[in-house]
């Protein structure tokens, strides 16, 4: 019996040892992959932390400029983003025109909310692009329509000819194209 102890011994020791090591190292793994995980959290927190002093500073400039609140800012940058995403930067500025110049227009309402969310105005607004992730590039565009940029030279319309299914929007006398939307007065 003694023999057969003294045999097996270090196999025991060893395997014990392995064992330990399997946990070790688990363990390892867990508190690397877990610290990763923190360090990103961080990096997160600070980069959404510095998008929203961007943000107000941005909102704060532009209030400075003109008589448009912070509200009308980012809901004008939501649309931009939402109907010109991938558009030339001229034309993200031309689609924040055309609501301002509705909100000037007497056939529609005064406010820019008002222009975003009238029933079937924006595809962006009726099939949630109005939600997707802000782009830099819309919130600049938002800034640069409400501080007077009107690419469009005063038009009211803009339409997409490969994707809309609106009829009456083909009566429109086009003035403008830029990328993919025609715009008209």
């Not at 011994?9 to 330990?20: M, S």
């Not at 399997?22 to 867990?30: D, G, L, R």
């Not at 339409?159 to 403008?176: D, E, F, G, Q």
Request: proline share 4%; with cysteine; glycine share 6%.
């Amino acid at each position: 019996m003694s023999k057969l102890l003294k045999k097996y011994t270090i196999f025991i020791i060893l395997l014990i040892i392995g064992f330990l090591l399997s946990i070790y190292s688990a363990k390892f793994i867990y508190d690397i992959k877990r610290a990763n995980d923190e360090k990103i959290e961080r990096r997160l927190e600070k980069a959404l932390e510095k998008s929203e002093k961007e943000l107000q500073q941005d909102s704060l400039a532009t209030q400075a400029s003109t008589n448009y609140q912070n509200k009308d800012l980012y809901l004008l940058a939501r649309v931009i983003n939402g109907e010109a995403r991938g558009e030339p930067y001229i034309g993200q500025v031309a689609i924040g025109a055309v609501i301002i110049n509705r909100t000037k227009h007497p056939g529609f309402p005064k406010t820019i909310s008002g222009v975003i969310y009238q029933p079937g105005a924006f595809t962006a607004v009726t099939d949630g692009q109005i939600n997707a992730k802000l782009e830099p590039t819309a919130l600049k565009a938002a800034r640069d329509a409400l501080n007077g940029w009107d690419p469009t030279n005063g038009c009211i319309y803009y339409y997409n000819p490969a994707k809309t299914t609106n009829k009456w929007i083909w009566s429109r006398k086009v003035v403008l194209v830029i990328g993919k939307h025609r715009f008209a007065k």
